[in-house]
Every structure is written in C-alpha cells, then in structure tokens.
C-alpha cells in the first residue's frame, strides 16, 4: 500500500487500525481475507455496509486491518466504525451518509465492573430464607 488513510475504530475490547487505500479490492483482517476471518453469517456484509454508505465501490480500494482484543461482535463494530472513519478521510462528502445511517458514532457501552457481595455486576446470591 502506497498512500493510504488509516483510522481506528474501537467497541469493548476491540480496537482496530484500519488502513484504505486506492486498489483492486483486497481486504485483509490480520492477514487474513475477510471472509476467512470473519466467518459468521452477516458480519462481511455489516462491515462492507460502511463502504456502500459512504457511496463508495469496495473494489476499487484495498483496505488493510489490524484488530485485537474482545470478541468476535467487538471486532465487527471497531473495523466497521474504523472504516467508516477512514471513508471519511478519503472523502469528506462521505460524511453525511455515514452519518445517516449512524456509522460514525462509537458505540461506548461496555462491561459493567462486578460490585462487591454480587456475583457479577448485578446478579446478587440466591436469598435462602434458613
């Protein structure tokens, strides 16, 4: 990749570096095709979906990505709002579709810290009454 436009997208866990550039349409997740590394059903389309948002033909850019951390729906949501930032960067008419179809807010719920007494964050013991 030549010249290229990097963003980060991050959800729980999960953050990604994501890198476009203009190309043949190769998409990479951790070396790995996106299909191959994204197996669940939907996920490929949901990511791509920031691409067609933003108006822009997937075949005409090599996106690179670098994800860790989280599961498997984290890392979805980061590369995708990673990559809806990156469409940004390219192109700052790209903003109101992305924006429109909610693309470009961070999603900044996470895990609940576990509270003293509970089990989890909220789940309390079973009350045994003797």
Known sequence: MAEYKEAIGRRKESSARV?????????????KPLEGYFTRAGDAPAILSAMEAA?????????????????????????KLGLARAMVALDDGA??????????????RIKERKKPGLKRARKAPTYTKR
């Open 19 to 31: 890198r476009v550039a203009a190309g043949t349409g190769a998409f990479t997740v951790n070396e």
């Open 95 to 108: 903003r109101r579709g992305l924006r429109d179809k909610g693309l470009l807010t961070r999603d900044a």
């Open 55 to 79: 108006g822009q033909n997937p075949a005409a850019y090599d996106v690179s990505v670098k994800v860790e951390g989280g599961g498997v729906s984290g890392q979805r949501d980061a590369v």
